[in-house]
């Protein structure tokens, strides 16, 4: 079954720590992208990369850090400089970033900063 | 940069129809997109309009009007399981820019 998975589902961190949070597709796809997503606010561009070794910032990337050593992973860091990370975070794949394809979305992980 | 609108919330009734309106105004388009996302879970596809017109899938149809930054999702016979978020999602020169949705309840 090809797919997007995020692990894992639910994650609690105190305040101060990194937390990691993990994006894996066997869709082959080039793009992947991450979303933060918070309470009756639509889907927010963290990061997304077009291919291996690149990546680029989205609209608040600001406390965040991606990486994007294979083609098949995409981890998202949220780093402690990240003033309000409590949200539900989306990671996305697709084809690639132009033409109509479709961006696939993984289960999320909602992360609680204590 | 890129401007979206569409109502917070909407309510109908089980079996009839409901349209969900998006304006969208975008630095570059390159199509839009409308996701569909229950509470709790990741958005699900709908549709893709990159060209003036009505696209229908189904239960489903979309509208684009380019010149105006208008959009549509109309949803017919409705059932309780279409009560969900509603999201717009008009494309610029490379990414989407997802508006804050439409949360659509269908009552008995």
């Known amino acids: 079954d090809g797919g997007i998975t995020q692990s894992p589902k639910y994650l609690f961190r105190k305040e101060g720590q990194n937390v990691t949070l993990s994006c894996e597709q066997n869709?082959?796809?080039?793009?992947m992208y991450w979303y933060r997503q918070d309470p009756g606010q639509g889907l927010r561009l963290i990061y997304y990369?077009?291919?291996?070794?690149?990546?680029q910032k989205g609209d608040i990337a600001e406390g965040y850090s991606v990486s994007r050593e294979k083609k098949e992973s995409f981890p998202l860091t949220v780093t402690s400089a990240q003033k309000n990370p409590t949200a539900f975070y989306l990671c996305?794949?697709?084809?690639?970033?132009?033409?109509?394809?479709?961006?696939?979305f993984g289960p999320g992980t909602r992360l609680t900063v204590l | 940069g890129q401007n979206i609108d569409q109502p917070t919330e909407m309510t109908a009734t089980e079996g009839a129809i409901v349209q969900i309106n998006c304006t969208y105004q975008?630095?570059?388009?390159?199509?839009l997109f409308w996701y569909q996302q229950h509470a709790g879970e990741a958005p699900t596809f709908l549709s893709y309009?990159?060209?003036?017109g009505l696209e229908e899938k189904g239960r489903f149809s979309s509208f684009l009007s380019r010149s105006k930054g208008y959009s549509y999702l109309l949803l017919k016979e409705l059932q309780m399981k279409d009560s969900a978020s509603y999201l717009c999602?008009?494309?610029?020169?490379?990414?989407?820019?997802f508006g804050k949705g439409t949360m659509l309840l269908v009552s008995p």
């Open positions: 996305a794949s697709s084809i690639g970033l132009a033409g109509g394809g479709e961006q696939f």
């Open positions: 869709l082959n796809h080039d793009a």
């Open positions: 990369s077009q291919i291996v070794n690149d990546f």
């Open positions: 975008t630095s570059g388009f390159n199509g």
């Open positions: 309009n990159v060209l003036d």
């Open positions: 999602a008009p494309r610029g020169y490379s990414t989407l820019t």
